[in-house]
């Protein structure tokens, strides 16, 4: 019998290789525990910047951008499907893509949130900050981060 440990699980995906692999262990996770699945993606605001002393100002997200968005998470969801779960919703918000996640996940709490991780280096992360990790710091709920599984190294062959 199924644990009810995960009866919703959440997995925010933006069409990299990475994000596929966390949609991969969200349905694989959601088709062990019959959880309910809901696929998540954000058009990102392109912000535009004006002169010091002008307010900022977010840039409407071209149609193209939203289209895009609203196509991978209906990929996803066929995918999901596919793989045998029945419940399955796809969501597709535009915004700030972590305040729009954590937006989300207060508006929807679930069990678990999964995401891929970017890799991105220590001077990346610090310029331009990690999705990935603003959700293991501020998610109301546990936070699967799902890396990259590249090639593996047999070990004593270092």
Not at 13 to 40: F, H, P, R, V
Not at 67 to 94: N, P, R, S
Request: charged letters at 15%; one cysteine or more; proline letters at 8%.
């Amino acid at each position: 019998m199924p644990s009810s440990r995960y009866r919703y699980v959440v997995v925010a995906i933006d069409g990299s290789s990475n994000s596929d692999e966390a949609l991969a262990a969200a349905i694989d996770l959601a088709g062990q525990y019959q959880s309910e699945l809901t696929i998540l993606t954000v058009a990102p605001l392109v912000p535009v910047y004006f002169p010091p002393a002008a307010p900022y100002v977010a840039a409407p997200i071209p149609e193209s951008d939203t289209t895009l968005y609203q196509g991978l998470v209906d990929a996803a969801v066929k995918k999901a499907q596919d793989a045998g779960l029945t419940a399955v919703t796809g969501v597709c918000l535009e915004g700030v893509v972590v305040d729009e996640i954590l937006g989300f996940l207060e508006r929807n709490p679930c069990d678990l949130v999964v995401v891929g991780s970017r890799g991105l280096s220590a001077g990346k992360r610090l310029l331009i900050g990690s999705i990935s990790s603003a959700l293991v710091t501020h998610a109301p709920c546990p936070v699967l981060v799902e890396r990259s599984r590249g090639p593996t190294t047999p070990s004593g062959s270092r």
